[in-house]
């Protein structure tokens, strides 16, 4: 459906409206896409400088993972193949233990089924461009949000590059602003808007595994050139910290360290240059030779906080609504921030077409549908970090995942556990979190009927034999 | 230890600090006085005019509970005697029924306890006069904060009669700036600090009981020239929503009415004027003859919201710290907002007294200390407005109220019920609510043993007669 532009048969409809996305990040540029393939006359605003000039700059992790949800999002406007075509697929997970020894974990029993390592600024890029091609979509970077007047509704902003003030009215605001939204800071101040802001003790650092042939002193690799197996999410899981590595399409993987604030495995206990390699060897010894600009790169990296945001209602009438990170800042440890975000473009998109012209309506929808499964989400982020960092490694945690795929295998309709429910369907999360409840329940309680029949089959058989 | 004005002993000390207080409520204007007499230079700025000169302005609810921890606060400052002056004790729980029907339940099987109704507004103008009486207090109305450098630390405020800015420089700020803090916006900003706002579904209104001889074809007073019991905290409890009455020392009663917003017995359901008187006679027959001004006091009246505020950490370095409603707002069911800021109050001069000059080391005691007993009664507060609007009125929440307060009069050292607790003691808020769970558990095994006892009593004598 990409590619309207020159074209705006919507223009002239009743039902068109003037919208103003604050935001260039990945949720306003795909909104974008999709609002101006519906004929509305759609204007982005970001704070940062145009990633196509002056290159991409920040955002909070080099490389995502894409999964069922946010490629549907992306189907729907028919980006999907462009975006896959730059990600490198993972089918498991790769356990490294200290001693070096590797546990392979596929992800589900569907060899179809792949979470896709995506490069952030490059996706960015791609999202800004299809957007770009529409007549009915104007770009303004530079441009900081500093206040919404939710009744005309306007926003503020200023003009970085020339320090001037600029104010845009349209029909409608949509705050996909990210985590610290300036959008969202404007509703809190409204009577009777809940907001939560929930930080980690843990922090993370992004680190670099270069590409085989940059590594000094590799043997070679069996990998295609990938220091490491590309088709894999490495988890180096350490109980109460962990770091992980995804591939990039460069053959060099990003590590990611999630490691406490403080504390004998935290970021405070290394304090000087000398300690990185040695706390390194101490915890991921097979990471070490494959990293050769680990002291310079762990220094130059900032060490990044970990916040949780919940706030409703996310809309204010039929003037302004938020998504994304905006609505629902979460953890990244279910791998679902970018595809929630991507998610909500899609209901939004799908509400609007559905209610379009009662705006009003579309928006307190798509807020009442979205906000539990947002809550959900973000509950199972942060499980999964425990999951990731304590329970990955352990031989009970082991058979209950190959029990449960064992048992997807034999009931694909019946039986999906929940890492795929949530990250190969389209499910809605809060319906996925209470489904896998009930297949737990389900376990349980066949786990226990098969102890009795094991039982009544002993006590028979000792009757029997005499 | 009021009237140190004039002699400033502390002034040439070592340890004496500037301090700004941001906020000259409740708390704001208690604290002046306490670090007064410490012998520290106190600048208290408020947004309101000078309400000796202006009349007092707003603030949440008319009169207040003033309780043991609030009591204690005041004595350490030389107060309590003045405010207990002003105040009308309320010994116990007047519950009334739709069919008019009272009950009485005293708070305690100890005569002498009682909690207080205090006026707000006078309590804040007697907290201003003693604050002004010191030399190094100095009082700056309509000045409305707008920002704080927190590292200098300095607050930017607008003076509001001539719209000018000044700036104020501290050693230390205390945001004393209630439930909407300015100073704890700044603090929000910063990486890694938690915080959230939560609503409650219901909203208040206040209304109002004028004296008995104001109430045209009142029959006469039992009570003193009040229309109720002036001794007793009155509730209306109707299950999902209730009224309560607090006596005023000028014979009236102040009412106030916590319903939802929505629904058949919420705020949306009365749409005219009309439906007013109605919807009282359903719910509320009893007081409708003492309410006169029922339909006017209605309209005339806004409906408020009830916000439960939490955040950490409530301090910067040794620069800025938070305290009452800014650091943790809470739902007023348990009566204990003021006396909780109040508390914070009494808690942060001692360790200020304890730890001065290592000011850091005294705002950081504060915070790990106030932080889990400010949780702690955010919790009961919020779970004692159900029992308030729902079990009050209950035959078997009555016989555990009496069995605890039996149990508080046979061993008033061992079991103390956390009503008392919270009310009538000290103890950290965290604490009384473990020593309740606690004594619960006893109570239930208690229970289960005298069952036992009275089974085998049972089979004993059934053997012994059969």
């Known amino acids: ?160 590059e020339n320090e001037s003030f600029v104010e845009a009215e349209a029909d409608l605001i949509i705050g996909a602003d990210g985590a610290f939204s300036a959008v969202r800071r404007r509703l809190q101040l409204l009577d009777r808007f809940n907001y939560s802001q929930h930080y980690l003790e843990h922090g993370y650092k992004e680190l670099t595994i270069p590409p085989a042939d940059e590594i000094p002193g590799f043997a070679g690799s069996d990998h295609d050139g990938y220091a490491l197996d590309p088709n894999a999410l490495h988890i180096w899981p350490r109980g109460g910290f962990m770091m992980i590595a995804l591939p990039n399409q460069d053959r060099s993987f990003t590590c990611t360290c999630f490691w406490p604030y403080r504390g ?68 990244p440890f279910y791998g679902q921030g970018m595809n929630a975000a991507f998610e909500d473009c899609r209901i939004l998109s799908e509400y609007i077409d559905e209610l379009a012209p009662n705006w009003h309506g579309a928006l307190e929808t798509f807020t009442m549908h979205r906000k539990s499964n947002a809550d959900a989400i973000a509950d199972l982020a942060m499980d999964n970090f425990i999951e990731m960092r304590d329970k990955v490694g352990s031989k009970t945690f082991l058979l209950r995942k190959k029990v449960d795929q064992a048992l997807h295998r034999i009931m694909p309709k019946t039986f999906t556990p929940l890492y795929n429910l949530i990250t190969f369907t389209n499910t809605p999360y809060h319906e996925a979190r209470q489904r896998a409840a009930a297949q737990d329940r389900l376990i349980i309680s066949a786990g226990i009927a098969l102890l009795v029949i094991i039982l009544i089959a002993w006590l028979l058989l000792g009757f029997w034999l005499g």
Not at 14 to 22: F, G, P
Not at 93 to 109: A, F
Not at 120 to 138: E, K, M, S, W
Not at 269 to 293: C, G, K, N, W, Y
């Open 264 to 331: 004998p495995t935290g970021f405070d206990s290394i304090e000087t240059r000398e300690q990185i390699v040695p706390f390194f060897e101490r915890h991921f010894p097979d990471a070490v030779p494959l990293m050769p600009t680990l002291e310079a790169d762990y220094q130059a990296n900032p060490t990044s906080s970990l916040v949780t945001v919940r706030c409703f209602p996310w809309h204010y009438e039929d003037k302004v609504v938020l998504i994304g990170d905006a609505a629902h800042a979460i953890v």
């Open 1 to 160: 459906m990409i590619g309207r532009a020159g074209t705006l048969p919507g223009m002239a409809d009743e039902s068109t409206r003037r919208i103003a996305i604050v935001g260039a990040g990945l949720a306003g540029s795909l909104m974008a896409v999709s609002l101006a393939q519906m004929g509305h006359a759609v204007t982005v605003y970001e704070r940062r400088p145009d990633p196509r000039e002056h290159g991409f700059q920040g955002g909070r992790s080099i490389n995502l993972a894409l999964s069922t949800r946010g490629i549907t999002a992306l189907e729907r406007v028919g980006l999907a193949e462009t975006v896959l075509d730059q990600a490198i697929p993972m089918r498991g997970r790769m356990v490294h233990k200290v001693d070096g020894e590797l546990t392979y974990q596929p992800y589900s029993s569907n060899a179809d089924d792949a979470i896709n390592s995506v490069d952030r600024g490059r996706l960015n890029l791609t999202l800004l461009d299809a957007a770009d091609q529409f007549d009915n979509v104007a770009l303004r970077f530079g441009h900081r949000c500093l206040n919404v007047d939710l009744d005309r509704p306007a926003v503020a902003f200023e003009n970085v």
